[in-house]
């Protein structure tokens, strides 16, 4: 079930929802209702904010910043992956320094994913220090303190289903 939480409209029959709402929207329209009842903020946070249809404001980009920063320094390799789309662009110099590729750029989760692991396994320390997040029109940069003590801003772009279909990370030297 994509919201665990749905059955919960049962419980509060007199919530109704134009048809074709999206998931993310239908959760902003419910959350009163949901307050009501007593499951609140609680209930809305328990999927990761990826698997969300979402529109950028201040308030997403910060909310997935933070859910971002969070998996990596929990080494949740899992819940990293989980922000992505399927099909993707994703640009990275160390893509090329961890010799996973020649063009520094992987177009599919499933090498991303090996990257992302091999990322893991040769910084087991790897720690990030989140500094700001800035947020665009469908994008957003993410500004930390990376590997080896260097600056990094990551720019993501999200597709329609609300997951990262571009990124472009850079670094400082």
Not at 6 to 20: A, D, G, K, R, W
Request: net charge negative.
């Amino acid at each position: 079930m994509l919201f665990p939480f749905i059955s919960l409209m049962q419980e509060s029959p007199e919530t109704t929802c134009e048809p074709n709402t999206s998931p993310y929207d239908y959760l902003i329209y419910l959350k009163a209702d949901l307050n009501q009842i007593g499951y609140g903020q609680q209930a809305i946070s328990q999927k990761p904010i990826a698997n969300r249809q979402q529109k950028m404001t201040t308030e997403f980009a910060n909310t997935f910043a933070h859910e971002w920063i969070d998996s990596w320094n929990g080494h949740d390799l899992e819940m990293i992956i989980s922000h992505y789309a399927d099909d993707l662009q994703f640009y990275s110099p160390v893509i090329k320094q961890l010799g996973v590729n020649e063009k520094g750029i992987i177009t599919d989760k499933q090498t991303l994913k090996a990257y992302f692991a091999k990322g893991l396994q040769v910084y087991p320390d790897l720690y990030f220090n989140f500094h700001e997040v800035l947020a665009g029109t469908n994008s957003l940069v993410i500004y930390y303190t990376s590997i080896n003590n260097r600056k990094s801003a990551e720019m993501m772009q999200f597709d329609k289903n609300g997951k990262v279909n571009l990124v472009r990370a850079h670094y400082s030297n």
